[in-house]
């Protein structure tokens, strides 16, 4: 039997919180980047770069989020071990290398420090969520065989 804590349903409100969060910085961004821009002194003509990357971004992100939300829910039930989160770890991989092309492009063409950061971050993400899924499928092998052994 499975024993929830304190921790996982703190985890689990955090990330309701970062959905939901996510989804309100998305959906703010094409409105509030020109005061951003002209905030922190960046040239008024790379705005397009940093709105479009910006809203690209927050949409793959508010996806990871989602998948994440949904293998919480499995782990919380207590099967993690299911093909879906396998799934889930392929999408969130493909996800996170969107979002490292999205500002490589970026940093190409309105270079930042903290674009090549975020490329960086999100390219480890993705070779990550590659790891897991392929440690995902491993044991949901090793349980179907355990669970056909007599």
Known sequence: MYKKSIVHHIAKW???????AGIV???AVPFTIGNLIRYFSYSPQSEAVYRV???LAGIFAVYILFNIKKMYKTL???SPFVDENVASFRRMALAAAIICVIFV???????TIGSVTIALIFAIACLFCLTLKDLFKQAI??????DLTI
């Open 141 to 146: 092998n090793y349980k179907v065989e355990n």
């Open 76 to 78: 919380l039930d207590g």
């Open 53 to 55: 990357t910006l809203t």
């Open 105 to 111: 492009v970026q940093a190409i063409l309105a270079f």
């Open 25 to 27: 910085c998305t959906v």
């Open 14 to 20: 955090v990330i309701e919180i970062m959905f939901y």
